[in-house]
């Protein structure tokens, strides 16, 4: 699906002001040459673009060989070919950008994934979160949310015209996720976005930086995946 979508996503989403802006905080509170990483980059236009233009070295990952090679052709940085849930990690990071990637996953391989992820964040370093919330979107009483009401699991979010299952977490879930690993919330912002493109409806979507301190390991994720319980 995504190669199909290929520079037609770029342009639908490229000119979001949510994402640009929580972009632009992470930059911020980074040094120039830090080492990040963009699980799911896409075609890497804009997040692994404004890294690379704000000097840092720049590694990112996607499930499309198709928008990865023109990742690898437009932007400088190191651009591979892997899906979140397999893909290992190099060294330390500065900052792991996970921005819409967990689209289409279920909640336990998310856990694992974004858990694998934060351990590779070297002390002071962030994780940066994208996701669209389910406060808007799954009614109170749907049977996707779990006992804890952190997460709608396999929800069934149309997108680009079409039924598409994926993982949405609360708006407070997402951030007692984080925060159950040891990760503190430096950015929250959650406001809608029209996608440039007649077949995208408005989307509500938040924006979240978290921080590794380095004082303590990190935690395993809460709540655990049900098969984990």
Same mark, same amino acid.
């Given at each position: ?9 770029? %342009? ?18 980074? /040094?120039?040459? #830090? ?12 997040? &692994?673009? +404004?890294?690379?233009?704000?000097? +840092?070295? %720049?590694?990112?990952?996607? =499930? $499309? ?6 990742? /690898? ?6 651009? =591979? !070919? ?9 060294? @330390?990071?500065? $900052?792991? *950008? ?15 994934? $974004? ?12 994780? =940066? ?8 979107? =799954? ?10 009401? !952190? ?7 149309? *997108?680009?015209?079409?039924? *598409? ?8 879930? /997402?951030?007692?996720?984080?925060? &159950? +690993?040891?990760? @503190? !919330? %430096?950015?929250?912002? %959650? ?10 409806? $408005?989307?509500? /979507? ?6 590794? #301190?380095?004082?303590?390991?990190? &935690? ?10």
């Amino acid at each position: 699906m995504w190669d199909d979508l290929n520079i037609d996503y770029e %342009v639908a989403y490229q000119r979001n002001p949510l994402k640009i802006a929580c972009v632009e905080k992470a930059i911020s509170l980074l /040094q120039s040459g #830090s080492r990040v990483l963009d699980v799911g980059c896409g075609t890497g236009i804009p997040v &692994s673009q +404004m890294l690379a233009d704000a000097g +840092m070295e %720049v590694s990112g990952c996607d =499930v $499309a060989p198709n928008m990865v090679e023109l990742a /690898q052709k437009r932007i400088a940085g190191s651009f =591979v !070919t892997a899906n979140m849930i397999e893909f290992q990690p190099q060294g @330390e990071f500065a $900052a792991i *950008f996970i921005i819409y990637s967990q689209l289409g996953l279920r909640y336990s391989e998310f856990h694992a994934a $974004a858990f694998k992820l934060a351990k590779a964040l070297q002390p002071g370093g962030l994780l =940066v979160i994208g996701q669209s919330p389910s406060d808007e979107k =799954v009614p109170e009483n749907d049977p996707a949310f779990d006992e804890t009401r !952190t997460y709608a699991d396999n929800f069934n979010l149309p *997108f680009w015209g079409k039924p *598409f299952y994926t993982l949405l977490f609360s708006r407070q879930g /997402q951030l007692d996720f984080l925060r &159950s +690993m040891g990760l @503190e !919330t %430096v950015y929250d912002n %959650v406001d809608w976005f029209k996608p440039d493109h007649p077949k995208c409806d $408005a989307e509500h /979507q938040q924006y979240v930086i978290a921080r590794w #301190s380095g004082d303590r390991p990190l &935690s395993e994720p809460k709540p655990l995946p049900k098969a984990m319980e």
